[in-house]
């Protein structure tokens, strides 16, 4: 059994995800108390496995893990160790355009439902799973391993640069245009909601030449296969190629 960390949690009280943050905050502010949650987190794929919560400390940060006696179902990508960045990489070399983006619909479609609330039902079926990934073992044979994701409304860490994931999330964009030595070229803000009818900037997104047609009003879901790089402290999302996006208008 996997060895893997949880950033998020899926929570029967409301039956959505919610951020491991969200947790360290009501332990620091309820002097250890996280009773609302305990016994009601869970994987937040298979949503079987239930987790436990491990604090902050001075020099380790908080995480989730699952429980011992809990498992995941069959199929769910948690059951697999987490793929290196070399073996991501590797793997979506070899991918076409095309499935690139049927992969990351598929994942935007376990990830979020269409009214972008609750996070789907998993299918049982292993292959079918957008975040495991086949990769070459030491010995030359095949194993399966998985793709970690990120909430793009989760804490994004310097520690975490030079590590592949799906980003997702619903935002708000905006597409800007960057003069660069090679001609015009292209770039989304990626806005986040903060309030009830507040956006704050996130991150960036470089698109290259691909000018996509953004309508700034409309929220949209997204998925991105890529990597965090910082910039003047500013946290900006490096893509595997420009074809490993995948947007489409919410439905809220």
Request: glycine letters at 4%.
């Amino acid at each position: 059994m996997a060895n893997v960390s949880f950033k998020e949690f899926y929570y029967t009280e409301d039956n959505q995800l919610h951020d491991l943050s969200e947790i360290q905050k009501e332990y620091k502010q309820n002097n250890g108390d996280i009773s609302k949650y305990r016994g009601k987190m869970f994987c937040p794929e298979c949503k079987k496995a239930e987790l436990r919560f491990t604090h902050k400390t001075s020099n380790k940060r908080e995480f989730l893990s699952k429980l011992p006696s809990s498992n995941h179902s069959e199929g769910c990508s948690f059951i697999h160790d987490y793929a290196t960045y070399k073996e991501i990489k590797e793997f979506a070399e070899k991918l076409s355009d095309k499935q690139i983006q049927d992969r990351l619909e598929a994942a935007l479609n376990q990830l979020l439902s269409k009214e972008g609330k609750e996070i789907s039902d998993l299918t049982n079926d292993d292959k079918k799973n957008p975040f495991i990934i086949e990769v070459k073992d030491k010995d030359g044979s095949r194993i399966r391993k998985s793709i970690p994701r990120k909430s793009i409304k989760s804490w994004f860490d310097k520690l975490e640069e030079k590590k592949i994931c799906i980003f997702y999330g619903q935002v708000k964009l905006q597409s800007k245009e960057v003069t660069t030595k090679n001609g015009i070229r292209y770039k989304w803000i990626v806005k986040i909601k903060k309030m009830k009818n507040e956006w704050e900037t996130k991150t960036s997104i470089f698109r290259g030449t691909a000018k996509d047609n953004i309508d700034e009003e409309k929220i949209y879901d997204i998925a991105v296969l890529g990597e965090i790089e910082f910039y003047n402290d500013f946290p900006q999302i490096k893509t595997t190629n420009f074809s490993a996006v995948m947007f489409r208008e919410a439905i809220v």
